[in-house]
């Protein structure tokens, strides 16, 4: 989602909008910046900043992943197989943090959601 954000996207909606907008913090993570580095350098995606960039003049914060995020994921039952997002969801659960998403492979997972 914060791809999204940043290009002002219309899969973005305004009750999500609204929400991050009204958020004291709005964590990126990591996982993100890294799944974003993959898709770009594959020619999958174009993001013409860099992401670090991207997450500083958003106002967001970087959310870096933990040995304890990497523990979790152990313990994840297979609801979800990418593992970028079940990094996302580990993260969340440790973290205390809800996930701005259009994804329902979220669901079955013990975090709180904020659908696009």
Not at 38 to 58: A, D, M, N, T
Not at 73 to 85: E, K, M, N
């Amino acid at each position: 989602m914060f791809l999204w954000w940043c290009q002002d996207s219309p899969n973005l909606s305004q009750r999500a909008r609204d929400e991050i907008g009204a958020a004291e913090t709005v964590y990126v993570s990591l996982a993100s910046a890294w799944e974003t580095a993959i898709k770009v350098s594959l020619g999958k995606l174009r993001f013409e900043i860099p992401f670090s960039f991207g997450v500083q003049i958003s106002g967001f914060q970087p959310l870096p992943i933990t040995f304890e995020h990497a523990e979790r994921l152990t313990t994840l039952p297979p609801h979800h197989r990418d593992p970028f997002d079940r990094m996302l969801i580990a993260q969340a659960q440790i973290e205390g943090l809800s996930i701005v998403t259009h994804d329902d492979r979220f669901e079955p997972y013990d975090v709180e959601l904020a659908w696009v």
